[in-house]
Every structure is written in C-alpha cells, then in structure tokens.
C-alpha cells in the first residue's frame, strides 16, 4: 500500500473526500500530485471495495465523494502496525 493510497484511505475515513479537496491536502504534506493521479486511484480504490462514494451536487455541479469501507479500515488498521513498525526501527 503506497503513501497516496494509505492517505487517501486516512482522510476518507475521517470525513468524506473528494478529488480536488485530496489533491490539495497530499500537495500541502508536500507531495506534488495530479488529477491524472488522484482519479485513477480513487477509482482503482472503489473498483477494490476500499473506498465507497456519492455523488452530492454542490452549487450546480455535481461532485463525487469518498469514504472508506470496512475493508478499507481494516486495511488501514493494518497498515498502521506496520508503520509503527518502520517508524519505531528508523528512529530508533
Ligand atoms: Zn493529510
């Protein structure tokens, strides 16, 4: 599970994301990401039931939101063991 990946699971687990809004949150760790990106990995998240969305219109157009599933979280879970792991074997 890459760092986009994982983060877009972690934002879309605390409240539900959308393309432009998780383009810019990844942009502000740092990390120069494009829409040509973000979409195909979105969807390649929902396409394996680890992001689930909705699209809600907002002032006229319609926009898709994200939110992550059970499995998503189970996943998510997972990954914070082993970057715990990581974290506490490069610092230490
Ligand atoms: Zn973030």
């Known amino acids: 599970m890459g760092f986009i990946k994982l983060h877009i699971l972690y934002?879309?687990?605390?409240?539900?994301?959308?393309?432009?809004?998780?383009?810019?949150?990844?942009?502000?760790?740092g990390y120069a990401v494009s829409p040509g990106l973000i979409y195909p990995t979105l969807k390649s998240l929902e396409t394996q039931g680890l992001l689930k969305s909705d699209k809600q219109v907002i002032e006229?157009?319609?926009?898709?939101?994200?939110?992550?599933?059970e499995k998503g979280l189970e996943l998510l879970n997972e990954s914070k063991k082993k970057i715990k792991e990581l974290v506490n074997e490069v610092l230490n």
């Open 60 to 69: 006229g157009k319609v926009r898709k939101y994200y939110e992550t599933t």
């Open 11 to 29: 934002h879309a687990s605390k409240e539900p994301i959308y393309g432009v809004g998780i383009m810019e949150e990844i942009g502000r760790h």
